[in-house]
């Protein structure tokens, strides 16, 4: 349902579920988020803003859950050309077959939890 919906609606519902997934980290935290999307940045400084009513609820579902949940929020616009690593990765198909754990990373996960066991 949601790949139907308007860029713009998509660009503000990431803001809200990464600031969801965030939570236990940004409670009561002020809060700047950069966007090359300038309805997001309007509709997170303005708290709406438009006549779709999807982008209006989708607004509203971040302004209540952050008066619940930050000190503030803020939004300020990054041009396109300086948001290259966000881009590349929401246009990319990552192959989730196709990773690999970092040599380092596993040796101190190893030695934090003991070597692992298959």
Do not use: Y
């Not at 779709?52 to 930050?70: A, G, P, V």
């Amino acid at each position: 349902e949601e790949s139907t919906k308007a860029i713009n609606w998509l660009e503000l519902r990431v803001v809200t579920l990464a600031l969801h997934d965030f939570a236990h980290m940004i409670q009561g935290q002020n809060i700047l988020i950069l966007t090359n999307n300038i309805t997001t940045k309007a509709h997170i400084n303005r708290q709406g803003g438009t006549h779709s009513i999807t982008l209006m609820q989708e607004t509203d579902r971040l302004c209540q859950w952050s008066e619940k949940n930050l000190s503030s929020i803020r939004a300020e616009h990054i041009s396109g050309s300086d948001n290259t690593q966000p881009d590349w990765l929401s246009r990319t198909t990552i192959d989730q077959g196709e990773w690999k754990l970092h040599t380092q990373v596993f040796r101190d996960l190893s030695q934090k939890f003991g070597t692992p066991e298959i």
